[in-house]
């Protein structure tokens, strides 16, 4: 089945501790994102990614690192810098990096809670 | 900055009733404008979307409204069912920006009682 794959469903941080949100995708899609859900908030983003090697700040990225060394990789760290990590994240991917009428298809969320 | 306003925050409908949220948006270069399904534990997916060329689109008992001298568009469920009770996005992008980044409304949490 093609998708995308977020794993853990569930995360728990330890106070100074960096972790790491795992995105994968088999979609073949070029370009990749992060968002953060919070109650009453929609969706923020993180980071977003149209190629390998190549990503940029959404409006959220502080406290926050991304890698792009495959196509179908996108994982996010959450740092100790991110003082208020609580929170529901989603990975997207679409088809083109080109274009604003691509579908974003999303994960299935990892949600991070603080210890 | 909020770039697209979206309400009520949450919404309670009989089933088979007519369900209805609103979004407002400020940015005039917004040519793209989806709404997207969640429900409780899951992602977004995508439910409809609609283009500034069209004043409406349906599909089954979806409907989007869109209004562009107002910089307003919304969804319209008809004979809402349980099965309907999720959290609603609307979204915006446009194609000045790179690739195929969306700007989301706060959600609307939609409950249909039976």
């Known amino acids: 089945d093609g998708g995308i794959t977020q794993s853990p469903k569930y995360l728990f941080r330890k106070e100074g501790q960096n972790v790491t949100l795992s995105c994968e995708q088999n979609?073949?899609?070029?370009?990749m994102y992060w968002y953060r859900q919070d109650p009453g908030q929609g969706l923020r983003l993180i980071y977003y990614?149209?190629?390998?090697?190549?990503?940029q700040k959404g409006d959220i990225a502080e406290g926050y690192s991304v890698s792009r060394e495959k196509k179908e990789s996108f994982p996010l760290t959450v740092t100790s810098a991110q003082k208020n990590p609580t929170a529901f994240y989603l990975c997207?991917?679409?088809?083109?990096?080109?274009?604003?009428?691509?579908?974003?298809?999303f994960g299935a969320g990892t949600r991070l809670s603080v210890l | 900055q909020q770039q697209v306003k979206q309400s009520p925050q949450s919404l309670i409908v009989q089933k088979g009733g007519i369900s209805i949220i609103n979004c407002a948006y400020e940015n005039t270069a917004f040519d793209y404008f989806p709404w997207y399904q969640q429900f409780p534990g899951k992602g977004p997916a995508l439910l409809i979307a609609?283009?500034?060329?069209?004043s409406e689109k349906k599909e089954g008992r979806f409907t989007i409204s869109f209004n562009k001298s107002a910089k307003q568009f919304s969804l319209h469920i008809m004979d809402s069912q349980p099965g309907d009770s999720a959290t609603y996005f609307c979204a915006a992008s446009t194609d000045e920006t790179s690739g195929s980044r969306l700007t989301f409304g706060e959600g609307t949490q939609l409950t249909v009682n039976p």
């Open positions: 990614s149209q190629i390998v090697n190549d990503f």
């Open positions: 997207a991917s679409t088809m083109d990096q080109r274009g604003a009428k691509n579908i974003q298809y």
């Open positions: 979609l073949n899609h070029d370009a």
């Open positions: 609609i283009r500034p060329d069209v």
